[in-house]
T-cell receptor
Framework: EAQVTQNPRYLITVTGKKLTVTCSQN?????MSWYRQDPGLGLRQIYY???????DKGDVPEGYKVSRKEKRNFPLILESPSPNQTSLYFC??????????????FGPGTRLTVL | KNQVEQSPQSLIILEGKNCTLQ??????????LRWYKQDTGRGPVSLTI?????NTKSNGRYTATLDADTKQSSLHITASQLSDSASYIC????????????FGGGTRLMVKP
C-alpha cells in the first residue's frame, strides 16, 4: 500500500532532550516536507527536500534540523526541544514539487508534547 | 505576504443539509488551489485541485469553485453525512520556481444527526 509513515505517533518529552521523528514513504517520491499544525495557525512548513541531500528551509525552521540521506526517509530532528515546539507534526511527500500534477500525500501525524 | 483566509472558522449543520465553505487568497502569481479534508487526528487528504483555467471541480458530493479574478474559492458539500465532520483546508500554490504553498487555517465542520 502506498503510504507515508511517521514514528512515533505520540511523544511526550522534556525540554532539552534530543529527539527524532522519522518519516518514510514507499512511493519513490522526490519531494518530502515537514509541517507543524497549531490551533488557529493552520499548517506551516518547517523544512522540505527536493531530493537526496537537497533540503531547504520552510516558513518556521528555527529549532529543527532535517536530513535526506535516502530518498524514502526524511527524519525531523529536534536537538534541544522547547515547550513552544509542542505541536502536531505532519510529514508529506509528492512525486515532485507539489503542483496540479503532483499531489502531496500526508502522513498520519505525530503529536509532540514538550514539558 | 501571501495569505489564505477561510471562513467560517467552524460550522455546525444537520445531517442531510448542504453547506458552503469559503476561501479567499492573495497568493500571486497563482498556480493552483486545493481543498483538503482532515479528519481528527489524521493527515489531510486531497479532495479537489483547480488550476487557473478551471472554475468548477466535483468529487462526489463535494464541488469546488474558483474565481481567479476575485481570488475566491468555495467548497460546497451536498447532502451532508456524519462522516463529513472534519476540518477542510484550502491550500494555494504559487506559480514560480519554488511552487510555494500557502495553507489556510481551515474550517472545522461538524455534522449532527
Amino acid at each position: 500500500e502506498a503510504q507515508v509513515t511517521q514514528n512515533p505517533r505520540y511523544l511526550i518529552t522534556v525540554t532539552g532532550k534530543k529527539l527524532t521523528v522519522t518519516c518514510s514513504q514507499n512511493m519513490n517520491h522526490e519531494y518530502m516536507s515537514w509541517y507543524r499544525q497549531d490551533p488557529g495557525l493552520g499548517l506551516r512548513q518547517i523544512y522540505y527536500s527536493m531530493n537526496v541531500e537537497v533540503t531547504d528551509k520552510g516558513d518556521v525552521p528555527e529549532g529543527y534540523k532535517v536530513s535526506r540521506k535516502e530518498k524514502r526517509n526524511f527524519p525531523l530532528i529536534l536537538e534541544s526541544p522547547s515547550p513552544n515546539q509542542t505541536s502536531l507534526y505532519f510529514c508529506a511527500s509528492s512525486l515532485s514539487w507539489p503542483s496540479s500534477y503532483n499531489e502531496q500525500f500526508f502522513g498520519p501525524g505525530t503529536r509532540l508534547t514538550v514539558l | 505576504k501571501n495569505q489564505v483566509e477561510q471562513s467560517p472558522q467552524s460550522l455546525i449543520i444537520l445531517e442531510g443539509k448542504n453547506c458552503t465553505l469559503q476561501c479567499n487568497y492573495t497568493v500571486s502569481p497563482f498556480s493552483n488551489l486545493r481543498w483538503y479534508k482532515q479528519d481528527t487526528g489524521r493527515g489531510p487528504v486531497s479532495l479537489t485541485i483547480m488550476t487557473f483555467s478551471e472554475n468548477t471541480k466535483s468529487n462526489g458530493r463535494y464541488t469546488a469553485t474558483l474565481d481567479a479574478d476575485t481570488k475566491q474559492s468555495s467548497l460546497h458539500i451536498t447532502a451532508s453525512q456524519l462522516s463529513d465532520s472534519a476540518s477542510y483546508i484550502c491550500v494555494v500554490s504559487e506559480n514560480n520556481a519554488g511552487n510555494m504553498l500557502t495553507f489556510g487555517g481551515g474550517t472545522r465542520l461538524m455534522v449532527k444527526p
